[in-house]
């Protein structure tokens, strides 16, 4: 199907994107600002619809959040009708662990100004709110935070690492292979349903409004701000609602509003007995 761009755009408060550096950063914050990050299909039981009609419909007319492999499909054909060329790759999810995991979350590279550039408005944790260059290998300054890629010479990979109160921090790596529509398919299958995944077992969202990031795992909810963060636990689905619809801005029907509490609530019951 054809892209709506002039919907897309509409949806992040933008009118025109040029097609530069300073353009590309400012579609990615746009969209990391405007649409949010959310598991709930997934912890629901449901697969998500990689369809690029079904996500525009889901994410910009429902105005529900998603994960990267639906918030990417929709940054990679908005550069693309705004003439960004655009490759996908699918990179392994660390966080600082020894081992990386399954090639799992979509990312995408591109061109602006005569530079490469890792462009990523899907991942659901601390990434930067604009595109990394490619070929810095120093430290490149975002608006929430410092950030680098480093080469892992075992995996071949390059890697996305944060700096945190505790030194360097990797969240995920890529490499360059050549990634199909059903290398895509087949990993949005495993995060919704492989139970060695957290896409299943937690309900996990996320977003930005001005220099604050909220964040939910399960009933944690977190807010990060510059200097320091808070953290609580939602206690009642009255809370969770509002959570989810006011502060990060996703319009979840009423049914996967109760389904979701429910299973929340439900597991916080078994840990007490």
Known sequence: MD?????????????TVPVTPAGLAALQRAQLTALPFESLDPFLGITPDLRLDRISEKVLARRRGGYCFELNALLGAAMAALGFPVRRVLGRVRKGRPEPGPRTHLAILTEAGGRPWLADA?????????????DDEGEQAAPNGRYRLTHDPTTGETVVEQLTPRGWFQLYGFDGAHVTDADIDAANHVCATWPGLPFARHLMAGGYRGDLRIGLFDRAATVERPGGSEKRELRDRA???????????????????????????????????
């Not at 899907?122 to 490619?134: E, H, M, Q, R």
């Open 122 to 134: 899907g991942f659901g944790g601390p990434a930067p709110l604009v595109p990394l260059a490619l």
């Open 239 to 273: 809370e969770f609602a509002a959570l989810l619809r006011d502060r990060l801005g996703i319009a979840a029907p009423e049914a996967a509003l109760d389904q979701a509490w429910a299973r929340l609530a439900g597991a916080k019951a078994a840990q007490k007995v």
């Open 3 to 15: 892209f709506d761009l002039d919907a897309y755009l509409r949806r992040l408060g933008l009118d």
